[in-house]
């Protein structure tokens, strides 16, 4: 026979139990939005003192804006504007409290109401006998059709509606709430349209699996994009370990070499005043030696024993006054026009050469690849070919037959490209191999189309590099600059950085040579232009490789 204490300590013990659940159930449905019916999540509360999830209120007060007003969806008091939104901090502490006393506890936790003797889980809660049903009784229960049965739930109060206190069973697609039968009769949403409550649950699934498959599509895209930019970086990363150890390299010999120019040329300079106290020293000796002479001739013009004079003279030696005379006149001469100095001016403007090869350098360090320039047909002379994908452009003897228009070059078997630049960095290449007369760089779009003016570079509206026979020269407003070297390689790249008013040219042979710049300030959008007169040329493409 079981113990009388035994049986009273169990019985305390559910009843504790008992209470326990029942305290958080009431708890649980003071805390739920009658909005979304779920805990509060950012709880604001308007000015008839009700709370709800912002997010939830704000979404009902924009499906209000342009009607008569603003209403609380709670006690339906009218608000002329639109409501401001406090927020709850103590609403808030106690909702994190409540959840953070809760470990875990789902619905399976929901207790048989009947089950008095023990707690039994419940399967099924009525929402009208507003009790949680174990299998036994539920059998019972189900007898009776006006019961509403749904899963286990400690908050049945807030599946009824906070006016009428009837069950929720449609919901308003107008205002985006729950309601029940009194309110689509009676109520605020007289009217409206309204679904059922699965109706409007099927369908707001279907939109959020419409949505989650947009997601997982965006989240696989950005992982593809992670991945391929991990597996660039890791190719960036090997072939920057073999570009840091040769550009190391490189400029450590460039810091050799100019180091050792250094040295050599401030031995230039000390040298040549050293030279010219050798060159004194000589002369000095040189002189001493005619004084000497001039002396032994004196003493043989003051002796009166002719017998002496004529045996101790020796008249081809003391009478050579020719000997190394040239020799030192010319080394005189050589001294005197070298002005004792250095060409520091040619070796200033030589090392300000470099440090603008230097400066320019940086243009292939942030230029990965080339502009994809095209030629504007609707711009090139009637005896300039342009090939299909716009790129060459070849001279021809035959009359392409265009028509004339304002933009077309007529004078000049010139083209401009369809693109304009009028602003940031940009740089484009041309292979110049085809033909031996040749111009490409850029110009303004308001450059003559008729007349020498006509030509690229011979007016304030044009920079170009020109290549007539064996002489190359860079060319801006009708003025010529001869460039020393020619061009090795076959193709220039040409380089545009607008806010600085740069145009550079180089050779792109190995290593990169600066060919011209061109400083000015740009006033209007360029374009890169080309002109050949035999053969082609032909505009690099941006994947080909050099």
Not at 59 to 79: A, H, I, N
Not at 267 to 296: P, V
Not at 380 to 408: G, V
């Amino acid at each position: 026979m079981t113990p009388p204490n035994y049986i009273l300590l169990r019985c305390q013990t559910f009843i504790s139990l008992l209470l326990s659940a029942m305290a958080s159930a009431d708890l649980r449905a003071e805390l739920e939005c009658s909005i979304c019916l779920n805990i509060y999540t950012d709880p604001v509360m308007l000015r008839c003192g009700h709370n709800f999830c912002q997010f939830c209120i704000d979404r009902v007060l924009d499906t209000q804006e342009g009607s008569e007003g603003y209403s609380c969806p709670e006690c339906r008091e009218k608000f002329q504007d639109r409501p401001a939104l406090h927020r709850n901090i103590t609403l808030r502490n106690i909702v994190e409290n409540f959840l953070s006393a809760q470990p875990d506890r789902e619905e399976s936790e929901v207790f048989c109401t009947h089950c008095v003797d023990s707690p039994v889980p419940a399967v099924r809660s009525c929402l009208h006998c507003e009790v949680s049903l174990c299998d036994k009784h539920l059998k019972v229960h189900r007898k009776s059709p006006e019961h509403v049965l749904c899963d286990p739930t400690l908050s049945m109060e807030s599946r009824k509606c906070s006016v009428h206190k009837r069950i929720l069973e449609y919901y308003c697609t107008e205002d985006d709430i729950c309601i029940c039968v009194s309110c689509t009769v009676a109520g605020e949403h007289r009217g409206h349209q309204v679904e059922m409550l699965d109706v409007a649950s099927e369908k707001k699934k279907e939109t959020l699996r419409n949505v989650l498959q947009k997601l997982l599509t965006k989240r696989e895209e950005t992982e593809e994009r992670v991945q391929i930019l991990q597996k660039h970086k890791r190719k960036v990363e090997e072939k920057a370990a073999g570009d840091t150890k040769s550009v190391t390299a490189l400029f450590r010999d460039l810091r050799r070499r100019l180091e050792d120019l250094e040295k050599r040329i401030l031995r230039e300079i000390s040298g040549r005043a050293e030279r010219i106290s050798i060159s004194i020293r000589d002369l000095e000796i040189k002189k001493e030696e005619l004084s000497r002479k001039m002396r032994h001739i004196e003493e043989l013009c003051n002796m009166t024993d002719t017998l002496t004079v004529l045996q101790k003279s020796d008249t081809g030696d003391l009478c050579d006054t020719e000997d190394g005379d040239n020799e030192d006149r010319e080394r005189l001469e050589k001294l005197l026009h070298d002005g004792g100095g250095l060409d520091v001016a040619g070796i200033s403007h030589t090392l300000h050469t470099l440090s603008d090869v230097i400066t320019e350098g940086n243009v292939y360090f942030y230029i990965q690849r080339a502009e994809d320039i095209l030629l504007d047909v609707n711009t090139a002379h009637k005896n300039l070919h342009i090939s299909d994908d716009r790129k060459t452009a070849s001279w021809t003897d035959t009359d392409q037959i265009r028509p004339e228009t304002p933009k077309r070059f007529q004078d000049h078997a010139f083209a401009l490209s369809s693109r304009s630049f009028s602003s940031g960095r940009h740089y484009w290449e041309v292979d110049v191999g085809g033909s031996d007369g040749w111009m490409v760089g850029m110009s303004y779009p308001s450059i003559g189309r008729r007349g020498d003016q006509s030509e690229i570079g011979h007016n304030n509206k044009s920079w170009c590099l020109r290549r007539k026979g064996d002489q190359y020269e860079g060319i801006h407003d009708s003025k010529f600059t001869p460039l020393p070297t020619n061009i090795s390689s076959n193709r220039v790249g040409i380089y545009l950085d607008y806010e600085a008013g740069r145009i550079s040219f180089y050779d792109l042979c190995d290593p990169i040579r600066l060919l011209r710049t061109f400083t000015t300030t740009f006033t209007e959008p360029l374009h890169a232009g080309l002109r050949t007169w035999n053969g082609y040329i032909k505009i690099c493409g941006r994947n080909q490789e050099r």
